[in-house]
């Protein structure tokens, strides 16, 4: 029986380390292609365009562990819900994967016209979503549960900076024509990276799920008291 119970940890283990290493791979293609638009860079934009499949093997092969771990050792509690909590992030990592990939198609169009602006609050975005995503998935790693109510604060920075993003834009776009569809594709990147934000989000709501049993979702901030949501 210990001998099964350990063998289970281990494979509990090695499921939360490749979740991670996925998790790496999504944040970085998220940097790429945000760093590909700052520095008009065809290259990087283009490996980001063409370089979906390990992430989409990551996927497919958690999902595999996940299930496998399941049906041969029907995990009870906290256990259970930490394999629920991964199949979920799973799918939000594969998200983030896509998302990076329409920022990279955004940005393809956009390099095809002269710069809107300085992009400032863009590559802004992009690194308060990575940072969001490596916290979440330290959280879930670690059962932190003070980290994973860092993330669902930062939310509401991503939010202000698209609407500023907008407000900016749409300056640009009445004043000259020429610059508005270039501008919408800056308008959709903001987006996506938005969207990163969320799944970052919704991976801290199924960290706190896990470690304390609480359901978080669609709860406002302020119905939160310190150290936890709910």
Do not use: W
Request: glycine share 6%.
């Amino acid at each position: 029986m210990e001998r099964v119970v350990r063998h289970f940890q281990e494979e509990l283990e090695t499921l939360k380390q490749r979740l991670l290493a996925m998790g790496g791979l999504a944040e970085e293609r998220t940097r790429v292609a945000v760093q590909g638009v700052v520095d008009r860079d065809h290259e990087a934009i283009q490996a980001v365009l063409t370089g979906d499949e390990p992430i989409n093997d990551l996927h497919i092969e958690v999902d595999d562990r996940c299930f496998k771990l399941l049906a041969l050792h029907q995990p009870m509690a906290a256990d259970l819900r930490a394999i629920v909590a991964a199949v979920k992030i799973n799918t939000d990592l594969e998200r983030v994967g896509d998302l990076a990939v329409n920022v990279a198609e955004a940005g393809k169009r956009y390099l095809q016209h002269p710069p809107v602006k300085p992009l400032i609050d863009i590559p802004r975005m992009g690194d308060i979503a990575q940072v969001m995503l490596r916290d979440a998935l330290d959280a879930f790693v670690r059962r932190d549960l003070a980290l994973a109510e860092a993330v669902l604060q930062k939310d509401d920075e991503l939010d202000a900076l698209k609407t500023q993003i907008f407000r900016e834009l749409l300056t640009y776009m009445l004043q000259d024509p020429s610059t508005i569809e270039p501008a919408l594709d800056l308008l959709l990147i903001s987006r996506h990276l938005e969207r990163i934000g969320d799944h970052a989000t919704n991976i801290a709501e199924d960290v706190i799920f896990m470690v304390s049993a609480r359901d978080v979702r669609h709860q406002p901030l302020e119905a939160h008291g310190p150290g936890g949501r709910g």
